[in-house]
């Protein structure tokens, strides 16, 4: 099993890396991505992703430091993914629910990375909240040439069924075992299990038990 989505980058992990391995690996999950949201975080990525065999890297900027994305972050982010064992590029996206940064610099940011990461050949993980409509027509834009992950789902059937048709996949995590968790059982039935791909978010939305 592979956990296609954490941020064993954080700073909670900084101190016992080697034994949330261990459990981890104890537990079944033979590999994870390691996904990064700023330039520290990607960095961190890809230096954690060639120390540890099991690991890879994703690298991105999240929407919620979107705002003074410049040519200069695309420039240092392409060359980033270029680096062995990255995967993806990500976690990009759009983010409505707290607007943290200007709606423009997200779509800015959103539509730059996932510019070139279509012309590296890398698939993306895209972040959305309270945004699908936006995301699903600018990924819209690239149909056929874009892949990757709708990271934690949580939008609506209809909405399942764009990023499906997109060719796109469903990233499903502890969301899934929450008492309300929305249409999310409706979306994982539709995509059936050849669609989805399991995330922890680690170190955040642990499973209810």
Known sequence: MIDTHCHLNHDRFEADLEATLE???????????????????????????????????????????????SAADTGWLRDLAQAAR?????????DYHRDYSPRVAQRDAFAAQLAFAVDL???VVIHCRNAYDDVLDTLAAYRGAVRGVMHCWSGTVEDAERALDLGL????GGVLTFVNPGSLPDSVRI????????ETDAPYLAPTP
Request: proline content about 4%; charged content about 15%.
């Open 121 to 123: 050949g890398l698939p």
């Open 169 to 172: 996949m469903l990233g499903i």
């Open 23 to 69: 459990r981890s690996h104890r537990s079944g999950v033979v590999g994870h991505i390691v996904v990064g949201f700023d330039r520290p975080s990607s960095a961190d990525a890809v230096r954690l992703a060639v120390q540890y065999s099991n690991l890879w890297a994703a690298v991105g900027i999240h929407p919620h430091d979107a705002t003074g994305y």
């Open 86 to 94: 990255v995967v993806a590029i990500g976690e990009i996206g759009l």
């Open 191 to 198: 995509a059936g299990l050849d669609r989805i791909v399991l």
